[in-house]
């Protein structure tokens, strides 16, 4: 499982000529299964995005789809964690690994 903190690196005006482009990529991931949650950062400095695929490489693909990726328009810094503990309605993110 991966945690994607993702950092903007321009003006929101410039992110925001992109939200739609990159809500389809999030909607995409969460069809496939790849993405669990995903929101923006208070203040609206970025995001996160918990990833449930445990291929490393298979994950850099997937973000590089990302519009803010590829844009340059955040950067995005990627830790990789084994989950061990969860709330009752998260355990399934645990067996499912």
């Given at each position: 499982?991966?945690?994607?903190?993702?950092?903007?690196?321009?003006?929101?005006i410039?992110?925001?000529?992109?939200?739609?482009?990159?809500?389809?990529?999030?909607?995409?991931?969460?069809?496939?299964?790849?993405?669990?949650?995903?929101?923006?950062?208070?203040?609206?400095?970025?995001?996160?995005?918990?990833?449930?695929?445990?291929?490393?490489?298979?994950?850099?693909?997937?973000?590089?789809?990302?519009?803010?990726?590829?844009?340059?328009?955040?950067?995005?810094t990627?830790?990789?964690?084994?989950?061990?503990?969860?709330?009752?309605?998260?355990?399934?993110?645990?067996?499912?690994?």
């Amino acid at each position: 499982m991966f945690f994607i903190n993702i950092t903007y690196k321009v003006d929101l005006i410039e992110v925001d000529r992109h939200i739609e482009a990159h809500i389809a990529y999030l909607n995409k991931h969460y069809d496939n299964g790849s993405f669990v949650l995903s929101g923006r950062k208070k203040p609206r400095t970025g995001g996160v995005i918990l990833a449930t695929t445990d291929d490393r490489a298979r994950l850099d693909a997937i973000v590089s789809e990302d519009p803010f990726y590829r844009h340059q328009l955040a950067d995005y810094t990627i830790i990789e964690f084994e989950p061990s503990k969860a709330a009752k309605g998260l355990k399934g993110l645990i067996t499912a690994l």
